[in-house]
């Protein structure tokens, strides 16, 4: 089992930076693939970015891409969002979440694990 606790988030001008950080407890954090959900008011949760245990490789969903980096650091059982050139569609409040497995998914269902959220807002 895994606890997640996210922190970063904030409020920022459109066009800033953010970057998130997910901190793990737990000695298995590197049996886990983690993954960057948002959900914004009125809205479903939806994907973000998840990257594989070995940080291999990475997946994120079309309107982050060349905007968003996800990494993660096993040494200090955390993973990251980077958030560049924000706009105003991306407020939301961004949840981290993990799955026992090498495989990374997009779906919420398959991700056991979560963290409480933290709020991102990006003004115009």
């Known amino acids: 089992q895994v606890q997640l606790v996210e922190s970063g988030g904030g409020l920022v001008q459109a066009g800033g930076s953010l970057r998130l950080s997910c901190a793990a407890s737990g000695r298995t954090f590197s049996s886990y693939a983690m993954a960057w959900f948002r959900q914004a008011p009125g809205k479903e949760r939806e994907f973000v970015a998840a990257i594989t245990r070995s940080s291999d490789n990475t997946y994120y969903v079309d309107s982050v891409k060349g905007r968003f980096t996800i990494s993660r650091d096993s040494a200090k059982n955390a993973v990251y969002l980077q958030m560049n050139s924000l706009k105003p569609e991306d407020t939301a409040v961004y949840y981290c979440?993990?799955?026992?497995?090498?495989?990374?998914?997009?779906?919420?269902?398959?991700?056991?694990?979560w963290g409480q959220g933290t709020q991102v807002t990006v003004s115009s």
């Open positions: 979440a993990a799955r026992p497995s090498p495989v990374i998914l997009t779906t919420t269902s398959v991700y056991p694990y």
